[in-house]
């Protein structure tokens, strides 16, 4: 990437329809810094460069003392919603849906003092970002969070981590090419970022606002914060507490390295779509099916609506080596048994929580007895659909599993590989090193 400063009287009305929206809206925001300095990408990703992003805009915002919004800098991408209209990177979808993916990324950086321009680095920040929405066809909402594990600009800050959340002045747009919201990145310390996997994204970035030293209503993020908004104001984790067992958690699912296999003998009717798949290497899921997962991944159960899994489809999967559904092995890496509590939290509520392999097609959702649409049922508590494996467990199961897996609230203190079985359920679970996935299960 390069800076620039874009200049000239005449250069908005050179711009291309979707670019010039944006443009406008944070035209009417700054109108006194019509010229910004701009990063932008040396080759365009339409010409086979590697960043999503045309163009990431840097405005010097004055903040709001009467909120307790510092001054900072304010950037601005361009290049998630379809800036052209004509197919280069985006299909065009119609004037009333969204343009491009139907967003554009913000982050608010709080102004060192003496500094007179804005720091880089949230720009190549902002493009990491952008490369998983293009990569994963995954689109960000709003309270969704993403695991960083590394301070953001790359110092020995504890800011790691990062929520989303709408951005507090731009508004959304209407372009000739759809509709463009802004969704600000905010950072955070790895205890809020795990705070909001147990609970919801939501209830963070409130709590978050009501701390004058995360940013202020604005959510202006400081990598110099040197403590969490709990240390800050322990009573906060009690919200968090009370928030978690009464709604439980709205987060649907996480990727992970992980694998199944079925243990037992086979089915006596091979033609059982219900049948558990098993191969080493195991057929790649169709589109449709693949949509589903990444769909029960990125939007989950919605807190108010009722809790339906995506349907499946009808037809059976080709070439089924089955095994007998009501029993089943399943193997995880240590790090993502983290979110135990977050089970707990959706479980227990009626929701379903899914891992799903970065590896490869696999998924594994975790079913409770109120979720409607699953193929798992309590005559056939494992149940898959190619290498898509559901486990339907009741709420007394939970309980005990959670209580079993306590000490995974610890990963670093446990000695691996790690077994834990439940003879009565036909259910087995082995925690390995990550680096046991670098091959096929054998």
Known sequence: MEELRPSGPGIAALLPP???????ECRRLYSDQPNPLQVTAIVKYWLG????????????????????????????????SDLYGDNRVHEFTGLEGPSGFGFELTFRLRRETGETAPPTWPAELMQGLARYVFQSENTLCSGDHVSWHSPLDNSESRIQHMLLTEDPQLQPVHTPFGTVAFLQIVGVCTEELQAAQRWNGQGILELLR???????????TDMRRGETIFESDPHLQERVDKGIETDGSNLSGVSAKC?????????????????????????????????????????????????ILPPISSQKPQQQNGMNHDRASLVQSVGHFQSKQTERGRL????????????????????????????ATE????????????????????????????????????????????????????????????????
């Open 259 to 307: 694998a199944w296999v079925d243990l037992s003998h086979p089915p006596e009717d091979e033609e059982d779509s219900r049948s558990i798949y098993l191969e080493l290497h195991p057929r790649r899921l169709s589109d449709k099916d693949t949509e589903q997962i990444r769909e029960v991944l990125r939007r989950g159960l919605e807190m108010n609506t009722k809790p």
């Open 210 to 220: 009501t701390v004058p030293v995360a940013g202020g209503s604005w959510l202006i």
């Open 49 to 80: 460069g590697p960043d999503p992003l045309d163009y990431i805009s840097m405005y010097r915002n004055p903040g709001n003392p009467t909120q307790d919004v510092p001054e900072h800098w304010h950037y601005v991408s361009f290049g998630l």
């Open 18 to 24: 979707g670019l010039y929206a944006i443009y406008q």
């Open 348 to 375: 227990l509520h009626g929701r379903h929580f899914t891992y799903k392999s970065i590896t490869g097609d696999t998924a594994i959702t975790f079913v409770s007895t109120g979720v409607e649409g699953a193929f």
């Open 379 to 442: 005559e056939h508590p494992y149940a898959a659909h190619g290498p898509w494996l559901q486990i339907l467990l009741n709420e007394e199961f939970v309980e005990k599993m959670l209580e079993d897996l306590e000490d995974l609230t610890s990963p670093e203190e446990v000695k691996l590989p790690k077994e834990y079985s439940w003879p009565e359920k036909k259910l087995k679970i082995t925690i390995l090193p990550e680096s046991a996935f670098d091959s096929p299960l054998q």
